[in-house]
């Protein structure tokens, strides 16, 4: 049973440039949410998608945009790349109403320069 | 804003030393889980508690939640090099919500 698949692995970006991650949760799992892990901080709740809307919000600014797909997949788009957008963009899965936890990604490593 | 605050940071040790992690804070979560995250990976969840004062166990690591919902703590009893890793803690708001608020976590080295 395949766990959360993210794509691409890595990703070298150019600052200002625009760049679309990808998110497959695991099976059975309905809600996808989106971290950001700077190098040597824990995770930071970026925002979490539930039936294709966003359902919460942390503190990112409105270039930080995404989706979910009917199939429950979801997407992280970023825009107009930051050099502090470089990091370990990290999706995690689980099931709403289910026990607690979240199954994590192995990410998605983004360098800006 | 809901922070959880882990200490120590860092910790180096030898096989077969014991350690506990904490991880404070001034709010009070509906549930605290424990992760384990190694270098190029996604965290791996180790636990979750949600009753205060409870204790779980998961051969060598012991995890409580405090009686208010607000700490939590990690024993790791003889410590092996393959515990070798960051311990990151992460809390679950109350209302319902699932959003998680982490540490910073705790790097641990375990020597042999």
């Known amino acids: 049973d395949a766990g959360v698949t993210q794509s691409p692995t890595h990703l070298i970006k150019t600052r200002g440039q625009q760049v679309t991650l990808r998110c497959s949760p695991k099976?059975?799992?309905?809600?996808v949410s989106w971290y950001q892990q700077a190098l040597g901080q824990g995770p930071q709740f970026i925002f979490q998608?539930?039936?294709?809307?966003?359902?919460q919000r942390g503190n990112f600014p409105d270039r930080f945009s995404g989706h979910q797909f009917p199939n429950y997949s979801s997407e992280l788009n970023v825009n107009a790349l930051l050099l502090g957008d470089s990091a370990l963009y990290l999706c995690?899965?689980?099931?709403?109403?289910?026990?607690?936890?979240?199954?994590f990604g192995s990410g998605t490593r983004l360098t800006v320069v | 804003t809901q922070l959880l605050e882990q200490s120590p940071q860092f910790l180096s040790i030898q096989e077969g030393e014991n350690l506990t992690v904490y991880c404070n804070s001034s709010?009070?979560?509906?549930?605290l889980q424990w992760y384990r995250q190694e270098p190029g990976e996604g965290p791996v969840l180790l636990v979750t508690?949600?009753?205060?004062?409870e204790v779980k166990k998961l051969k060598r690591l012991t995890f409580q939640f405090g009686d208010a919902r607000k700490d939590s703590s990690l024993h790791i009893t003889a410590a092996q090099p393959g515990d070798t890793g960051l311990y990151l803690c992460?809390?679950?708001?109350?209302?319902?919500?699932?959003?998680?608020?982490f540490g910073k976590g705790m790097k641990l080295t375990v020597n042999p």
């Open positions: 995690a899965s689980t099931r709403r109403g289910g026990s607690y936890g979240y199954t």
């Open positions: 099976s059975g799992h309905d809600t």
């Open positions: 998608y539930y039936e294709e809307e966003e359902r």
């Open positions: 709010s009070v979560f509906s549930s």
């Open positions: 508690v949600v009753t205060g004062g």
């Open positions: 992460a809390g679950a708001a109350t209302g319902g919500s699932e959003k998680l608020v």
